[in-house]
């Protein structure tokens, strides 16, 4: 698998907006592609999946309706819009890859951070209120 490669991260007021990015060295359009996040002394913590097939995409219950995370196949790249930032989504946001397909997208198999095979270094996103 290629590098991936996270970028866009930085310091905002809460209720602010911040977009990342994760390129890839090699192509993700058949591949499952995925945001996590982990705060200091908390785990890894599931943000959002896009799944190799049918375009599917899935969020957390804690992103979903300000977080928004989109793939871009030609340019091997997967986005996170984060809107209506709150000081708990203060984390280093990882971007993941997992080579498998699995044929049914089960929410404890793409929530997992222990499926997913190859990761970024991460970017730190830092909320104040």
């Known amino acids: 698998q290629g590098q991936l490669v996270e970028s866009g991260g930085g310091s905002v007021q809460a209720g602010g907006s911040l977009r990342l990015s994760c390129s890839a060295s090699g192509g993700i359009a058949s591949t499952t592609m995925a945001w996590f996040r982990q705060a200091p002394g908390k785990e890894r913590e599931f943000v959002a999946a896009?799944?190799?097939?049918?375009?599917?995409?899935y969020h957390s219950d804690s992103v979903k309706g300000r977080f928004t995370a989109v793939r871009d196949n030609l340019k091997s790249t997967v986005y996170l819009q984060m809107n209506s930032l709150k000081p708990e989504d203060t984390a280093v946001y990882y971007c993941?890859?997992?080579?498998?397909?699995?044929?049914?997208?089960?929410?404890?198999?793409?929530?997992?951070?222990?499926?997913?095979?190859?990761w970024g270094r991460g970017t730190q996103v830092t909320v104040s209120s």
């Open positions: 896009l799944w190799w097939r049918n375009s599917n995409t």
């Open positions: 993941a890859s997992d080579t498998e397909h699995p044929p049914i997208a089960r929410s404890a198999y793409y929530t997992d951070a222990r499926e997913y095979d190859n």
